[in-house]
């Protein structure tokens, strides 16, 4: 009997059912949105805080005019005077060296589409060509790359989500082969252990992928506080500029006269982070002054205080007052939502009492009848959670496999918000069976 009234209840609201089973899955998705944004802004903000605070940073360039930086290109004095620049400099403890440059390589036959390519950027310039040209019968592709010191990659804590990270002391471009790391879009494009055949600074190379970085990894850069690397290809610099130069089986780079060279000013161009205080400048003029002496190298200059710490007290405040604005808005939404499921619930059970009128008098028992009204929110709850994993499915936010996944290895802040996300639903299901039970203990004593 139990049965067959359920599925009475069912085929004569079926309409309503569903509405307010999408309603409760709205709830849900707006409680699992809530939950994992709310926990991954506060990351954001921790992990901001933990890199950037108490930290002051000056950019570093060369002083040589056009004429010395071309001839520095090829001068081997001038070349061994900034390799031991760059190693004294990187070495230093009184300043952490954070080598970072913007140069593109060009990969032959790549398979991504044209949002990789270097100049995608700048297309809208009108006469900048983006994706693969022809050149000496094969196609190639200047891609995104950022080439970058162990300092850089250390300080900015870039963390990788698959293979491994850049064994730095064995970095040396021996035999035209350099290791490479691919931002979180290369995952479905490239896979680790692949090997991309292209040029760089004009010298063929083998760029074995050993890794992925974490989706929205980011650093300082372009006086941006979030430089996002999901679209990039990351090189690292050799470990030491003066062993580079001792190679022996560089391959072709060793015997091309511009690559050192353009190598070389690129590495030794850079920022300079040293611990926030008054004295913060005079111990970068010292530090330089004595590397200076060390190398015989002194043409660079300071380019001033960049916006280090105003850009990055702007984005705390930016994320803390976002972070605001979406708990008011998903509170308000779930509010809102929560009102309307139980006054759903309320205009549902009037409408089946006299369904439950008539087995009042076929001798259903109260508890029997509050049994049944309890099997009907069971079956309203089941459904609302079979539409949350499709809400969630459609909207990108995580595939099921995905969902299951995360609870398997007890991913925290999903689990978090999914765990939350249940006893609130469980909650409001008790207080609108609460409030339907109350009203059934009215319409009893009517009856009565």
């Not at 350099?178 to 760089?200: C, M």
């Not at 992928?209 to 090189?235: Q, R, T």
């Not at 690129?266 to 913060?280: C, H, K, N, R, T």
């Amino acid at each position: 009997m139990m049965k067959q009234e359920l599925k009475y209840y069912i085929k004569a609201n079926k309409l309503i059912i569903l509405s307010h089973a999408f309603l409760l899955s709205l709830f849900f998705v707006l409680i699992y949105v809530f939950f994992q944004a709310t926990t991954l802004s506060a990351a954001r903000v921790n992990v901001f805080n933990r890199i950037y605070q108490n930290h002051e940073m000056f950019t570093i360039r060369t002083d040589l005019e056009d004429e010395e930086f071309f001839d520095a290109l090829e001068n081997e004095d001038m070349l061994t005077r900034m390799g031991i620049f760059y190693d004294t400099l990187n070495q230093s403890p009184d300043v952490k060296f954070l080598s970072i440059h913007h140069q593109f390589i060009s990969i032959r036959n790549f398979r991504g589409g044209v949002t990789f390519d270097y100049n995608y950027e700048f297309k809208h310039w009108g006469y900048i060509e983006v994706g693969p040209y022809l050149f000496e019968d094969e196609w190639y592709t200047d891609i995104r790359t950022l080439q970058m010191n162990q300092q850089a990659f250390e300080f900015f804590d870039l963390r990788i989500s698959e293979g491994e990270i850049f064994s730095w002391e064995d970095i040396d471009y021996s035999n035209n082969h350099i290791p490479i790391l691919l931002g979180a879009e290369y995952r479905d494009i490239y896979h680790v252990g692949d090997v991309l055949e292209g040029t760089f600074l004009s010298v063929e190379f083998q760029f074995e992928v050993i890794g992925f970085f974490e989706a929205n990894s980011a650093i300082f850069y372009f006086n941006l506080p979030e430089y996002y690397l999901d679209k990039y290809i990351v090189i690292p610099y050799p470990y030491s500029l003066q062993a580079f130069a001792l190679v022996e089986d560089g391959g072709q780079f060793k015997t091309d006269p511009w690559f050192r060279g353009s190598l070389s000013l690129g590495m030794i161009i850079g920022d300079l982070v040293v611990e926030s205080g008054p004295d913060a400048l005079g111990n970068v003029l010292n530090t330089l002054s004595i590397v200076a002496d060390v190398s015989g190298f002194g043409q660079y200059r300071i380019m001033g205080v960049p916006d280090f710490a105003v850009q990055f007290g702007r984005m705390v405040s930016i994320l803390s007052y976002n972070q605001r604005l979406l708990v008011i808005a998903l509170s308000l939404c779930m509010a809102l939502v929560g009102v309307i499921s139980v006054v759903t619930s309320r205009f549902l059970f009037k409408k089946r009492l006299s369904t439950y009128d008539v087995l009042f008098i076929c001798g259903w028992s109260r508890e029997k009848v509050a049994k049944l009204i309890l099997n009907e929110l069971l079956l309203l709850s089941l459904l609302s959670f079979i539409l949350f994993i499709i809400w969630l499915q459609l909207s990108g936010i995580a595939s099921v496999l995905q969902l299951l996944w995360s609870i398997l290895l007890l991913y925290l802040p999903f689990l978090s918000g999914f765990i939350v996300a249940l006893i609130l639903l469980i909650g409001l299901m008790s207080i609108t069976y609460q409030i339907l039970k109350l009203e059934l203990k009215k319409y009893v004593e009517v009856v009565k």
